[in-house]
C-alpha cells in the first residue's frame, strides 16, 4: 500500500510558477506510474499528467501541454509538477495518483493510490 502526501500548493496571480511536489511512502515506487489530477469547484476530477515508473515518457493534458511538467525521483521516492504561466482557470485542488504497473494513463479509474491533495488558487 503506497501513501500519497502533496504540497507546494498556494494562491499565486496569473503567469506565476509553482512547484508541486508527491512524497511517496509504502509500496514500490520505483516501478509504479504516477500522475496528478486535479478538480475545480463544481466540475468533476480531470487528469493533468502522467509519468512512466522510469520517467522516460510523460503524457498531458490539452489544457497544461507546454505550460506544465512531470517528473520524478525514484532515489527520493518523489513526484514533481512544475506549474508555469499558470492561469485563473488552473484553480483547483492537485491531487497526486500512483497506480501498480502499467503505463502512465490519462484514466481516473486506473489509478489506486491518491493523496489527499493540495490547493492552487490562480487570480487575475
Known amino acids: 500500500q503506497m501513501q500519497l502526501v502533496e504540497s507546494g500548493g498556494g494562491a499565486v496571480q496569473a503567469g506565476a510558477s509553482l512547484r508541486l511536489s508527491c512524497a511517496a511512502s509504502g509500496g514500490t515506487f520505483s516501478s509504479n506510474p504516477m500522475g496528478w489530477f486535479r478538480q475545480a469547484p463544481g466540475k468533476d476530477r480531470e487528469f493533468v499528467a502522467a509519468?512512466?515508473?522510469?520517467?522516460?515518457?510523460?503524457y498531458y493534458a490539452d489544457a497544461v501541454e507546454g505550460r506544465f511538467t512531470i517528473s520524478r525521483d525514484n532515489a527520493k521516492n518523489m513526484v514533481y509538477l512544475q506549474m508555469n504561466s499558470l492561469k485563473p482557470e488552473d484553480t483547483a485542488v492537485y491531487y497526486c495518483v500512483g497506480r501498480q504497473g502499467g503505463t502512465g494513463s490519462s484514466l481516473r479509474k486506473q489509478y489506486d493510490y491518491w493523496g489527499q491533495g493540495t490547493q492552487v488558487t490562480v487570480s487575475s
Open positions: 509519468i512512466s515508473w522510469s520517467g522516460g515518457a510523460t
